[in-house]
């Protein structure tokens, strides 16, 4: 009967629906685990005393300390330099443009053992620009000053990649207003281009650091492992794993806390809004 036919279709349309549902909450929760049952496993396997009496350790302190300082200084030197670069870069056409962005973007995806050869090459003592620097009495590579250069390589070329998007996603109207109005070409920048675009700037900044912080294999290969001038967290892991494994586990944790509040503070800023259209 037409009506018992119906019926029966309807019953299967909600039962593959129930399934799909079904399926689609398991995959969910597959993904979930993958991905998040690791960090649990890291912290069920410290007590809350001995994360607390491991953080008094020197060794801690001392690497927490440089890595904040290096990647700092890195984000600083990537927002200062990055930012008026992504600009021009967004709003001009020249030769070779599509180059410069292969250029920009390389660092990204180079593994980070070849980018920390490839600095030692340029700046270290028998480097192409670190031997004439040997000769004048600097050094740059092993020591601190490698730590900040080695996290900018790796680092600056996401927030030259995103601050470049920002900046073209914004309408040049209000540049071309604020021009007419008699603003000189730095004054737009700084006072329309920059404000309109702050909070995108902002959350690209807080991932270049992110980034700067957990940097491992270019520090590794240019700056060396020395406690208290290049042991950053990463390398103290690194370092503990072979003989303290409950340091190991202390800095572990401490850099998933550090991320969990940097990934908080960009859906943050995320949400103050970006480019106006």
């Known amino acids: 009967m037409p009506g018992t036919t119906g019926c029966i279709a309807g ?14 909450i398991t995959l969910v929760g597959a993904v979930c685990f993958f991905l998040f049952a690791p960090i649990i496993a890291l912290f069920l396997r410290s007590t809350p005393g001995d994360f607390l ?15 904040l300082e290096t990647a ?19 709003r001009s056409r020249y030769p070779g443009r599509q180059l410069v962005e292969v250029i920009i973007d390389l660092p990204l995806i180079l593994p980070p053992a ?6 030692l ?13 040997h ?18 390589f ?48 902002v959350s690209a900044s807080i991932m270049a650091f992110a ?6 294999g270019a520090t590794l290969m240019f700056a060396g492992n020395l406690p208290g001038v290049t042991q950053t967290m990463p390398l103290a892991i690194y370092s503990a794993m072979q003989g303290d494994f409950e340091m190991a586990i202390t800095l572990s944790i401490l850099l998933v806390i550090i991320s969990f509040a940097i990934m908080a503070l960009v859906r943050y800023t995320a949400k103050t809004g970006g480019p106006h259209a």
């Open 11 to 24: 019953l299967r349309r909600r039962g593959a629906i129930r399934l799909a549902a079904v399926a689609g």
């Open 53 to 67: 009496s491991a953080l008094h350790d020197p060794r801690v302190t001392q690497a927490l300390v440089l890595s």
């Open 72 to 90: 700092i200084a890195s984000t600083a030197f990537a927002v200062v330099l990055g930012t008026p670069a992504a600009y021009l870069h967004s």
């Open 114 to 119: 070849v980018a920390g050869v490839a600095l």
């Open 121 to 133: 090459m340029l700046w270290g003592r028998m480097g192409i620009l670190g031997r004439y620097l």
């Open 135 to 152: 000769l004048a009495g600097i050094d740059i590579a092993f020591t601190t000053l490698a730590v900040v250069i080695a996290q900018a």
């Open 154 to 201: 790796v680092s600056s070329p996401l927030y030259i990649r995103q601050a470049k998007e920002l900046f073209a996603s914004l309408d040049p109207v209000y540049e071309q207003t604020a021009q007419t109005l008699g603003a000189s070409p730095s004054t737009t920048f700084f006072r329309v281009v920059v404000p309109m675009t702050g909070a995108g700037l």
């Open 211 to 216: 980034r700067a912080l957990g940097e491992f």
